[in-house]
């Protein structure tokens, strides 16, 4: 797969050069245009604090209501305004690194439809119900278009997942508040950093059981440890990843979370697992805050609240791992350097560190402790719905980019069972330090209710 990001440095030499747009990296152009979606968004409020943005509908339990509501002319209306706004803005980046603008726009726009399209199909009631989320559906929708036949051109030129992810996570920012994580108290901290921890070690012991590089292995790792797609993307970052790995990892991702959806919550019911402790078990498996609510959802109010707190704390540990993801890998000795060769320093760090998590702390900080919380209630779910469609971009271009074929040809197929090993043991690590800590066996259980 073509690698389009333009995510590495500017090479050495370049200092003194004037600026220019092409010099900017995937990672800053997420950054200017997540901060520049948030910024408009609170000068607007700061404008007209009696108008409530609207935010768009796709949940519908019925025929009737699907057209009352997802396919009104209002709706309707809201959606193609979000989407032309994302399409310009996309635009913009993607043009300077000299991509077609027809086919951006074009490509663009028809991941949209597709995106569109996954959300009003979770959107369903019957569909909701069996915790099903609209990433599940975007993935397959990519695969489904990315896999049976050749994809156009002008439909690959705008398929940036990493783009879409890393400018949908500067948004996430905004609603991962340092207030809601110091609720959860030592239990949910303590759970997050010994389950991080242990996972992503035990992840990169078995990678290199299995001889799997450990390029592989840190994308695996970070995903199964700290959530998922988006942690895969920072690893990959932070070590200037192969884009085929990163997409074989982020596919993975997404196809083992779908039975976990539908079992975890099931066995917490069949075997009477105490809710808070379901929730906190969900909430550090499942890899996104989205799957998390949805599945703890169907367990109950305090396994979703438990469960959210603790996929906080663990996305709040992005920033700290992409630091130490990157200072090992520049810091290590690889195989074919000579003896005595002089390792690199803080430069190469700062180099491979991925600057967009900078913009994911910047908005949470800005959120957690200088926005007013009337401010922060009044844009919350507008700020989210901005996410979820990034997101959902994200999840369709995946799969666009993705090939069934190389599930088993990378690798002989080594990688998947490094995954599926790793998440087992996640599942059973997880579950046991659920029960010490929000059980009360190791200290006080959290009063969430």
């Not at 990519?142 to 948004?171: C, D, H, M, Q, Y």
């Amino acid at each position: 797969m073509k690698d389009s990001s333009a995510t590495q440095a500017p090479e050495a030499g370049t200092k003194g050069k004037p600026f220019r747009l092409a010099d900017l990296s995937e990672d800053i152009w997420a950054v200017i245009i997540g901060g520049l979606l948030i910024a408009g968004v609170l000068v607007f409020t700061a404008a007209a604090p009696e108008f409530k943005l609207p935010v768009p509908a796709f949940k519908w339990s019925s025929q009737e209501e699907l057209f009352a509501k997802v396919l009104h002319p209002d709706n309707l209306m809201l959606v193609a305004g979000i989407g032309l706004l994302f399409a310009l803005l996309s635009w913009g980046s993607m043009r300077t690194s000299g991509a077609s603008g027809t086919k951006v726009l074009t490509g663009f726009l028809m991941t949209y439809l597709l995106a569109l399209c996954s959300l009003v199909i979770a959107g369903n009631q019957q569909v909701n119900s069996y915790g099903i989320e609209y990433v599940v559906f975007a993935l397959l929708i990519g695969l489904l278009a990315g896999n049976t036949g050749p994809v156009a051109a002008w439909f690959a030129a705008a398929a940036r997942s990493e783009f879409f992810i890393k400018t949908g996570l500067i948004i996430l920012g905004t609603s991962v508040l340092f207030g809601d994580i110091v609720k959860a108290g030592a239990p949910g901290i303590l759970q997050s950093v010994a389950v991080v921890l242990v996972v992503w070690f035990f992840s990169m012991w078995l990678s290199r059981k299995l001889k799997v590089d450990d390029e592989f292995g840190v994308m695996i790792a970070s995903a199964v440890s700290i959530c998922g797609v988006s942690a895969a993307i920072v690893a990959s970052g932070a070590i200037q990843g192969d884009k085929r790995k990163l997409s074989y990892v982020t596919t993975l991702v997404l196809l083992v979370a779908i039975p976990m959806l539908i079992l975890q919550p099931w066995l917490i019911r069949e075997l009477q697992i105490p809710e808070i402790v379901g929730g906190a078990w969900l909430g550090g498996t499942l890899d996104t805050t989205a799957s998390v609510t949805a599945a703890s959802e169907l367990v109950g109010p305090a396994a979703t609240k438990a469960g959210v707190i603790v996929k906080f704390s663990q996305n709040v540990l992005i920033g700290v791992a992409a630091f130490f993801i990157a200072a090992w890998w520049a810091l290590r000795q690889s195989p074919d350097a000579q003896a005595g060769a002089q390792k690199p320093g803080l430069g190469l760090i700062w180099e491979r560190f991925p600057k967009f998590v900078l913009g994911f702390i910047a908005a949470s900080l800005l959120f957690s402790f200088l926005i007013p919380a009337e401010t922060i209630k009044q844009t919350g779910s507008f700020l989210n719905s901005l996410r979820t469609l990034w997101f959902a971009l994200a999840f369709v271009a995946i799969g666009l980019e993705a090939r069934f074929a190389d599930l088993f040809k990378m690798q002989g197929g080594r990688p998947a069972l490094v995954f599926v090993g790793a998440q087992l043991f996640n599942i059973l690590w997880t579950l046991l330090w659920s029960f010490l800590l929000f059980g009360g066996y190791l200290m006080a259980a959290p009063a969430i209710e």
